[in-house]
């Protein structure tokens, strides 16, 4: 079946760095896309969503894109700081459908 | 007020015996769902209520599975007889109803079989 994955496994950055975390999407009838965080011992945590009638959504130091052209969908963080070091998800929702899918998942390792 | 809570938050079993989880949605989340996580996968979904009403079960693995949610309130899965491949950490998840709404995840259970 068709299913959302993810480029990178894992992405070390430098505190104060800027973090893209990408994701390829399969399913181009998708019109909901939500992006969770995942911290060790934790369930995902809702970070920002993105409907498909938009290309950009900013969040607090958080930017969602998505091109619908080429099914993707990105996650910029701005100035990473340690506390984002986790698991970040993406998941997309098809139409009419309550059910987040989600891809593999990215860790995003922050160094001081 | 209250997040979707989980119990037990680990739980380490011989294969063969029986596990049940439970959880308990937010109060007054009409939605609810089950995912599991295998090490370094993704999510996967398992099945969805609609207060007490099975919506969708398309992702129960198999019939060693079941789900139940009494009332409409907590939800409980049990695994019986478990097997070495139903490690992994199953999520909940509850939403209010609409299509349109976030859902939180509890913190999780995570089931090793031994």
């Known amino acids: 079946g068709e299913s959302v994955g993810l480029h990178l496994p894992t992405l070390s950055v430098q505190e104060g760095d800027n973090s893209i975390i990408n994701c390829a999407y399969s399913?181009?009838?998708?019109?909901?896309f939500i992006w969770y965080k995942q911290e060790s011992g934790k369930g995902p945590q809702f970070i920002i969503d993105?409907?498909?009638?938009?290309d950009k959504r900013q969040g607090q130091r958080v930017t969602v894109l998505l091109n619908k052209t080429v099914k993707h969908l990105s996650l910029q963080i701005a100035a990473t700081q340690p506390g984002d070091s986790a698991v970040y998800f993406c998941?997309?929702?098809?139409?009419?459908?309550?059910?987040?899918?989600f891809g593999r998942g990215t860790s995003l390792i922050v160094h001081p | 007020e209250a997040g979707v809570t989980q119990f037990p938050s680990h739980s380490v079993i011989e294969k063969g015996q029986t596990v049940t989880l439970r959880c308990d949605p937010i109060?007054?989340?009409?939605?609810l769902y089950w995912y599991r996580r295998v090490m370094g996968k993704e999510i996967k979904f398992l099945l969805h209520?609609?207060?007490?009403?099975?919506?969708?079960e398309s992702g129960m693995p198999n019939n060693r599975f079941l789900a139940e949610r009494t009332g409409g309130t907590y939800s409980t899965l049990k695994v019986q007889p478990a097997e070495l491949e139903d490690s992994g950490v199953y999520f909940c998840?509850?939403?209010?109803?609409?299509?349109?709404?976030?859902?939180?995840f509890g913190q999780g259970t995570r089931l090793t079989v031994v």
């Open positions: 998941a997309e929702r098809w139409p009419g459908s309550y059910i987040p899918t």
């Open positions: 993105i409907r498909s009638n938009m």
């Open positions: 998840a509850s939403s209010q109803q609409g299509s349109g709404t976030e859902a939180f």
């Open positions: 109060s007054g989340h009409d939605n």
């Open positions: 209520f609609v207060k007490e009403s099975k919506q969708d």
């Open positions: 399913n181009s009838a998708s019109d909901y």
